[in-house]
């Protein structure tokens, strides 16, 4: 396959062999029905890497019928013989973790250390739910009347949708296909168009697992809005799991809603970030400077908000800006990047029109605050000083890497504040007095609380968000149950 790898001057590529052109369904490379194609772009370079089919509402039903036909002999094979297969890809990703990442960076600029990480990340999904998929157990309850047995079942729910962002290329599909696969269902795979090829890869390495056709499938497209219509109201998709902004989840719920659809919805996020006077200084800045900058600010649990008691301000502010101020910025491929581009000059203006909105409004930049002198899609590392509530920082989604600081005096303003949005997908808090810890992770309304950490996502723990950033879990003992139906029997006449 070839592939506009050839701009990248001395730079060693070993991800040739996992470079496809084609979208995948039922096993097989597969064109457009209409011919049409979309071009794939390194957001560091601005260069075409590859072309893939652009597909419409009738190439997707085709994939739909087809994870419909797979789904009638995969529910049926045992837990165990999933596992093994689901174990088989796990480890050929693993055994791939260089091309995977470098591919990953390449058509979603993440820096390359991030990237292998994800791979890392992206295929625990499957070890873990491969596991699970093991103890997915019924129960026999205590009957009300002696000639009577009552039973539950758990079985697949059929047919899954699972449509993914570019920021985690690769981890969002995972999270979303192991556990689908684990407990028997099939998948149609819709990956953002920025990054379709990481999704094919990971295709074709199913499919070298044993995985049989027709399982897995991967619809690419360039307008996600078509093939979005098709996936929510087809009848034989039972389940859609999206991950993505919230007006696009809102969307999707509404659209699934004539077909009765279960949904997983995993969306925006406002992170809080709170710094309380009796932190250790040193490892908030450590902790907000991850979760700021992780992706180059381009993950829904970034911290959006640094929120910093009025004690122990500007010894934050000095130390926190000291460390962005030494961020290396540069393409992902760079290893010593710490800083990649932003995805595309839309998101670029997105922040830059964030801060100039800030800064009018008589916040001051401390660090950064404009595009950065690489030009194209980079932004220099930012934080604002000075920041309140009216500011479009402090009730938006900011997606760059920008860190707006505020202040607060105690522990009712800190909840107060960090609490006034319609999110609640993550929050930080860094604190050493543990009566504090626990009253004030009580009341941040979150899915997921970091306490003196500031990364928090893992395989084992459920991931996801309450009012505005969605519906279920994912991860955990718990990501499976939006793939099970719960059926009761009840034996009666006995
Ligand atoms: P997005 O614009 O909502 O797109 C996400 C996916 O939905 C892409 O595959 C996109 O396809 C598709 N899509 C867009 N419009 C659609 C429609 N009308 N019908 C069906 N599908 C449609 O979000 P994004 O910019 O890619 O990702 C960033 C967002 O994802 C942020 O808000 C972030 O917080 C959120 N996110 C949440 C989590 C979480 O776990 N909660 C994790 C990561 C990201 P195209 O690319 O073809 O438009």
Request: overall charge neutral; charged content about 15%; aromatic content about 10%.
């Given at each position: 396959m070839t592939l506009?790898?050839?701009?990248?001057?001395?730079?060693?590529?070993?991800?040739?062999?996992?470079?496809?052109?084609?979208?995948?369904?039922?096993?097989?490379?597969?064109?457009?029905?209409?011919?049409?194609?979309?071009?794939?772009?390194d957001p560091a370079s601005g260069h075409e890497l590859a072309r893939v089919p652009d597909l419409d509402a009738q190439d997707t039903r085709n994939a739909i019928n087809v994870a419909d036909q797979a789904f009638k002999s995969w529910k049926n094979q045992t837990a165990k013989e999933r596992f093994q297969l689901l174990k088989n890809?796990?480890?050929?990703?693993i055994d791939n973790q260089p091309a995977l990442a470098e591919l990953m960076t390449m058509e979603s600029g993440k820096p390359l250390t991030e990237s292998m990480d994800e791979v890392l990340y992206g295929a625990s999904f499957i070890e873990w739910f491969a596991e699970q998929g093991k103890r997915i157990d019924g129960d026999v309850i205590q009957t009300p009347s002696s000639d009577r047995r009552i039973i539950t079942l758990k079985q697949p729910v059929g047919v899954c949708a699972a449509i993914t962002p570019w920021n985690f290329p690769l981890a969002m599909i995972t999270r979303k296909c192991a556990p689908a696969l684990a407990v028997g269902c099939t998948v149609v795979i819709k990956p953002a168009e920025a990054t379709p090829l990481t999704a094919l890869a990971l295709a074709k390495l199913a499919q070298d697992a044993g995985i049989p056709d027709g399982v897995v499938n991967v619809v690419t497209a360039s307008h996600g809005k078509e093939v979005g219509e098709e996936l929510t109201r087809n009848p034989i998709i039972k389940k859609i799991s999206f991950t993505g902004s919230t007006p696009v989840g809102k969307l999707l719920m509404k659209q699934s809603a004539d077909t009765v659809k279960k949904v997983s919805m995993e969306l925006g996020g406002n992170a809080p970030f709170i710094v309380f006077d009796d932190a250790d200084i040193?490892?908030?800045?450590?902790?907000?400077?991850?979760?700021?900058?992780?992706?180059?600010?381009?993950?829904?649990?970034?911290?959006?908000?640094?929120?910093?008691?009025?004690?122990v301000y500007e010894e934050f502010v000095t130390k926190f800006a000291d460390a962005v101020s030494n961020l290396a910025v540069g393409p992902?491929?760079?290893?010593?990047?710490?800083?990649?581009?932003?995805?595309?000059?839309?998101?670029?203006?997105?922040?830059?029109?964030?801060?100039?909105?800030?800064?009018?409004?008589?916040?001051?930049?401390?660090?950064?605050?404009?595009?950065?002198?690489?030009?194209g899609n980079f932004f220099q590392p930012t934080v604002l000083a000075g920041v309140t509530s009216d500011m479009r920082v402090a009730k938006e989604e900011i997606f760059g890497p920008i860190a707006p600081v505020f202040t607060f005096k105690d522990d009712q303003e800190a909840i107060e504040l960090a609490n006034d949005t319609e999110?609640?997908?993550?929050?930080?808090?860094?604190?050493?007095?543990?009566?504090?810890?626990?009253k004030v992770a009580e009341q941040l309304e979150y899915g997921m609380v970091g306490l003196n950490v500031g990364i928090i996502a893992n395989e084992v723990a459920p991931f996801g968000g309450i009012k505005e950033s969605g519906l279920g879990r994912e991860g955990s003992k718990y990501g499976v149950d939006d793939y099970l139906e719960l059926k009761y029997m009840c034996l009666g006449g006995l």
């Open positions: 506009g790898l050839l701009l990248y001057g001395n730079w060693e590529m070993s991800f040739e062999h996992l470079v496809f052109h084609k979208a995948w369904v039922n096993g097989q490379w597969t064109e457009s029905n209409s011919g049409k194609t979309f071009a794939v772009v890809w796990h480890q050929l990703i040193d490892a908030a800045v450590q902790g907000a400077v991850t979760s700021k900058y992780r992706n180059t600010g381009q993950t829904c649990v970034c911290a959006n908000r640094i929120l910093v008691q009025e004690g992902g491929t760079n290893p010593d990047v710490a800083i990649g581009p932003v995805i595309n000059q839309a998101a670029l203006n997105k922040i830059q029109g964030l801060v100039d909105d800030a800064l009018n409004r008589g916040a001051k930049t401390l660090v950064g605050g404009t595009t950065h002198e690489l030009g999110f609640g997908l993550a929050s930080y808090f860094y604190s050493n007095n543990l009566p504090r810890v626990w």
